[in-house]
Every structure is written in C-alpha cells, then in structure tokens.
C-alpha cells in the first residue's frame, strides 16, 4: 500500500533559526495535505497542494510539491515559540477510494528560546 | 458550529472492559474517520465511514467495531480492551472526494485511552 514517510523526526532549533521538514512518498499522489498539531491538542489543516511544482506561501511558512508529485516539504523562516508542535504530511490517495489520506509519522519540532 | 466533539477526553480501562467511544459533527460531512496516535508517533486509520449505513475497514480495525446509523453520529466501540490499545482516538470528518481528491479532515479534540 501507499506509504508515506517524513524526516526529519525530530528537530531541535534556536528561535530565530529556520526549520524544514520533508515528505516522501512510495507512489504518485493526487494531492498532498499538511497539519499542524500542538502539543497535547488535535491536527489542523494547514494546507492543501495539488498540482505538480506547485509552491504556496502561508506567512512564513512555504509549501512545496514536487514535480513528480511524489515529495513535498514545509519550510519555516525564522521560527516563532508558537511554531513548536508536529507537522504531519499527508498523501492523497491518487487511485482513489475513500479511505482518506495516509499520514506520515510527523517531525516535531522543539524550538529553544 | 461545534466542529467535530469526542467524548469522553479521558478514560482508564480493564484489561478486557468494553467501551463505546463518541464523535459527532454538525457539519453535515459525509465521510468520518477513526485514527489512533500512539506517543510520538503517526495517525493510523481504524475505521471509516462515506455516509450512514457505509463503514469500512481502514489500516488497524483488529479489536474495534463501528457504526454510522446518522450522517451526524460515529461511535467506535472496543469489546475486549487490550494494553496495546492505549493511546489517542481520533475521531475526524470531511466532504467527500471532489474531482478525485480528498478534502480537509476535521479532527475532534482525541480520546486519552489508558488500558491496565
């Protein structure tokens, strides 16, 4: 089945520092969602990316699918303290079915004042 | 809206204890999900669901049964609680698939399941 993998799984940076996760897929996907979970709260949607090359912005936060729509990263410029909690990836099903997305394991990141 | 709601958000269980976890969601969302988050680790599918009546199968549903007798309603219930079923629930939903892509998945607040 599809399988989805994210690294870094843990990433430690200074406020200020920028952060980067990335995405990986086994297969093609039709599209590819990013959450955000705090620490002992539930994932948020984030963001949405769709087409092949695609790059949206979010403030300071920089999405990117890849051209073979297999890959996708999450950069964050110049962390914030309420950046800290776990970014999950998660693949789009491209042979369809609606069993949903499948989810990376997530990389969370701690932020040091 | 409320959004998604889960109850309860904490519960200690018996080894072999039954138990019937709650989600609902006022969104009128056709597909509902069920995810368990063990510590540190990724969201796995347990059950879904595309409309009422319609549940299926996901990653992990060894241990665990499910309903959707309404659009609103997604109980999952553990008939034989087992230690290896301590972790988060997940209860989730969204519109259906649109131009053969998934929409955002809402998520409820999680269920803090502890079995001894």
């Known amino acids: 089945g599809q399988q989805v993998m994210q690294i870094p799984q843990y990433q430690h940076v200074q406020e200020g520092e920028d952060f980067t996760t990335y995405c990986n897929s086994s297969?093609?996907?039709?599209?590819i969602q990013w959450y955000k979970q705090r620490p002992g709260g539930h994932p948020v949607f984030l963001i949405q990316l769709v087409k092949s090359g695609e790059v949206k912005k979010q403030k300071r936060l920089t999405f990117q699918f890849g051209e073979a729509k297999k890959n996708s990263s999450l950069h964050i410029t110049a962390t914030q303290t309420t950046d800290v909690g776990t970014y999950f990836c998660?693949?789009?099903?491209?042979?369809?079915?609606?069993?949903?997305?499948?989810f990376g394991k997530g990389t969370h990141l701690i932020i040091q004042p | 809206n409320a959004g998604v709601t889960q109850t309860p958000k904490f519960r200690i269980l018996k080894i072999g204890q039954s138990m019937t976890l709650q989600c609902a969601q006022d969104?009128?969302?056709?597909?509902m999900y069920w995810y368990r988050q063990d510590p540190g680790m990724g969201l796995k599918l347990i059950y879904y669901?595309?409309?009422?009546?319609?549940?299926d199968k996901g990653e992990v549903p060894n241990g665990y049964n499910v309903s959707r007798s309404t659009t609103e309603d997604f109980p999952l219930r553990l008939e034989l609680a087992a230690p290896s079923q301590t972790s988060v629930y997940f209860c989730?939903?969204?519109?259906?698939?649109?131009?053969?892509?998934?929409?955002?998945?809402?998520f409820g607040p999680g269920t803090r399941l502890t079995v001894l």
């Open positions: 969104m009128n969302h056709n597909y």
């Open positions: 669901s595309v409309g009422a009546g319609i549940t």
């Open positions: 998660a693949g789009g099903n491209s042979g369809g079915g609606a069993d949903g997305l499948t």
């Open positions: 989730a939903s969204s519109y259906p698939r649109a131009g053969g892509l998934e929409n955002e998945q809402f």
């Open positions: 297969t093609t996907l039709s599209n």
